[in-house]
């Protein structure tokens, strides 16, 4: 019996923790939310960058750069690699008319030997929508001799 009262005193403290936090939020998400429906055009500067050879194991860095266009601030809700080894990071402050911005992706190459092609998806209020952004290389395997 005393197990049940304790899962019902745990579920409980998790579904108020919850709730807590929806009505706690700052009233920058608020307008960050309105900034989404807006939508506003971009430039993109860089959407490819082919990273030549490298020996596997190395870390390849990139920042792709990109301007708001348009007459609205660009907000980027999400940035999505498309494989584990990859990894991207979104400016956390709305992107102001004529600024530009970047999307920060860090590919690590261990245990990833031959051709690779990562991809980066963008989500944001641009119109048109931001293209794939695009890591691309090869990795020189290790030898046994390694």
Do not use: W
Not at 43 to 53: E, M, P
Not at 94 to 110: H, Q, R, Y
């Amino acid at each position: 019996m005393n197990k049940v009262y304790f899962i019902a005193a745990i579920s409980s403290l998790i579904i108020c923790s919850c709730d807590i936090r929806k009505n706690d939020q700052p009233a920058t998400n608020k307008i960050i939310q309105a900034e989404i429906k807006d939508p506003t055009t971009i430039q993109i500067i860089d959407s490819v960058y082919d990273f030549g050879k490298i020996q596997e194991g190395e870390i390849v860095a990139f920042n792709f750069r990109f301007k708001n266009t348009g007459t609205k601030p660009l907000v980027i809700t999400n940035v999505h690699a498309s494989c584990g080894c990859t990894i991207a990071d979104k400016p956390e402050k709305p992107i102001l008319p004529n600024e530009i911005g970047f999307i920060i992706a860090k590919f690590n190459s261990d245990h990833k030997p031959g051709e690779a092609h990562k991809t980066i998806t963008v989500t944001s209020n641009a119109s048109p929508e931001f293209p794939e952004l695009l890591l691309k290389g090869t990795v020189i395997g290790k030898t046994e001799d390694d």
